[in-house]
């Protein structure tokens, strides 16, 4: 042992920090290095470019509804109907995305109010699998959906999805039909059925229950869409105008009513759903 060595291991050295690993997030579009607890407390918003990301289902519960609301039962569906096997087995990766989320799919929904007026919401969680539609999600909209017809309530759906789940086929395009049938019930019953897309919000969702609300409003920069930019771009051999399938550009199109910062979202939301059905107040 030299020296060296033997007096460096006689000093009083204070113990190395453990330091979490969640303490720093970084922005996804400004790439700024933000403090975890002030990106939550400014509801998952950047304060540097105003980018808002991506939250959990129970966050954004959490943010819209007034406390006190109550979860609905999670649809029990058969799992793996097909026995579809990628470069992993569908169950594992089942398996793999409920080890790190609160719930068994990509679909949440509550019975509660929000600013006094009664509303059932359900909310996709991108986290999940991409938010993908397949049967569990299917039923858990249709079940919200029964539910906001059984109380008469308004109906507020949150979509963040990368569209059908490929690994239920055929079974997961089923809820397309599903959905909108569910929407007309509504529709019929005089119900508000209100849509706020969140990025992002593609594929079989959008071509489904994501555009057939009453209301559309969408989160600032949220990229909405059904295919992705550069398919089109391959397709109709044109290039496509700046901010194309942004909610600005959709917004400024005729597509959706209003795009609202995710601080306004319940006040607005709140607005809404006063001038769309005042009897739900609770």
Request: hydrophobic share 45%.
């Amino acid at each position: 042992m030299s020296w060296i060595t033997r007096v460096r291991n006689s000093l009083p050295f204070a113990k190395r920090r453990e330091v979490p690993d969640n303490l720093w997030v970084k922005c996804p579009r400004c790439n700024e290095m933000l403090f975890s607890k002030e990106y939550a407390e400014n509801l998952y918003v950047c304060p540097r470019c105003d980018h808002h990301g991506r939250i959990g289902a129970l966050a954004r519960m959490n943010q819209l509804m007034d406390p006190g609301y109550e979860l609905l039962p999670e649809p029990q569906v058969k799992e793996d109907p097909l026995r579809f096997r990628d470069t992993k087995r569908y169950a594992d990766r089942l398996k793999q995305a409920r080890a790190s989320n609160p719930q068994r799919d990509a679909f949440l929904a509550a019975n509660g109010t929000i600013e006094g007026h009664r509303a059932v919401v359900g909310v996709q969680d991108f986290a999940f699998m991409g938010g993908s539609m397949g049967m569990a999600v299917g039923d858990a909209f249709c079940a919200a959906a029964a539910c906001a017809l059984k109380h008469r309530c308004a109906y507020v759906v949150v979509t963040a999805a990368g569209g059908a789940r490929m690994q239920e086929g055929i079974l997961s395009l089923m809820q397309m039909p599903r959905a909108t049938v569910m929407v007309r019930r509504l529709r019929a019953a005089r119900l508000p059925y209100i849509v706020l897309l969140t990025d992002p919000t593609t594929g079989g969702v959008t071509a489904s229950y994501a555009m057939l609300g009453d209301i559309h409003i969408a989160e600032p920069d949220a990229l909405i869409g059904f295919a992705g930019q550069r398919v089109i771009q391959e397709t109709i051999r044109e290039q496509l105008p700046e901010g194309f399938q942004r909610a600005e550009y959709l917004h400024k199109h005729g597509m959706v009513d209003m795009v609202v910062h995710r601080k306004e979202l319940r006040a607005t939301l709140a607005q809404v759903l006063g001038y769309l059905n005042p009897a739900v107040a609770a």
